[in-house]
């Protein structure tokens, strides 16, 4: 028996004791399933705090994948050394999915006109700007909202003067030509 206290798994709530070498960092029960589900939402938990963990590496694969031909060496001149890579097939891999509205964008011309690196890296930057825009967006709105409710409510008259002194409104105005006055 362990010397800590029973605590109550996180996932199926059945109480259990922690292990000793664990101890009160342990947070599911010894059953498979539960410590599988502990995993897959604290790696879900993890991707969400980390979104652009994995960009860079993507980028790299895709270029190494399929790199762009180089042009042919100069008579005289000694060629670059050649990067271990896959043989390249004659079809450009699909543009990298973007979430909306970046979906709505045709990368395919991107990558046509900047290359495979440069449209990938035009999709994450656009990407992580449109995040940060929308985050600071959302604090503004916030932020307004508290704003709001400090000022004063509306009062109970309009100061807008009624309708029949404007001119045009049909009220004692119209009986003159427009720009003239009365007198």
């Known amino acids: 028996m362990s010397s800590h206290r029973k605590r109550p798994c996180c996932i199926c709530r059945h109480w259990f004791f922690p292990d000793n070498r664990v101890g009160s960092r342990q947070h599911t029960c010894g059953r498979p399933y539960c410590q599988q589900q502990r995993r897959r939402k604290m790696q879900a938990a993890w991707r969400a705090r980390n979104p652009d963990y994995f960009a860079g590496r ?3 694969a895709r270029m190494f994948a ?3 031909s180089s042009p042919p060496a ?3 001149r000694s060629s670059p050394p050649a990067l271990s890579s896959p043989p390249t097939s004659s079809r450009p891999p ?3 999915r973007f979430r909306a509205p970046l979906d709505q964008l045709p990368w395919d011309i991107a990558q046509s006109a900047f290359g495979l690196q440069g449209a990938d890296y035009i999709g994450v930057l656009a990407g992580l700007l449109l995040r940060e825009t929308q985050s600071a967006i959302a604090a503004y709105r916030v932020e307004m909202n508290a704003l ?3 000022l004063r409510p509306p009062c109970a ?3 807008i003067p009624p309708v029949a002194y404007l001119p045009g409104s049909g009220g004692e105005a119209e ?3 427009t720009g003239i006055s009365p007198t």
Do not use: E, K, N, V
């Open 58 to 60: 993507r980028i790299q």
């Open 66 to 68: 399929d790199p762009p």
């Open 74 to 76: 100069q008579p005289g």
């Open 94 to 96: 699909a543009p990298l």
């Open 148 to 150: 709001m409710a400090t």
């Open 157 to 159: 008259q309009s100061p």
């Open 175 to 177: 009986s003159h030509a």
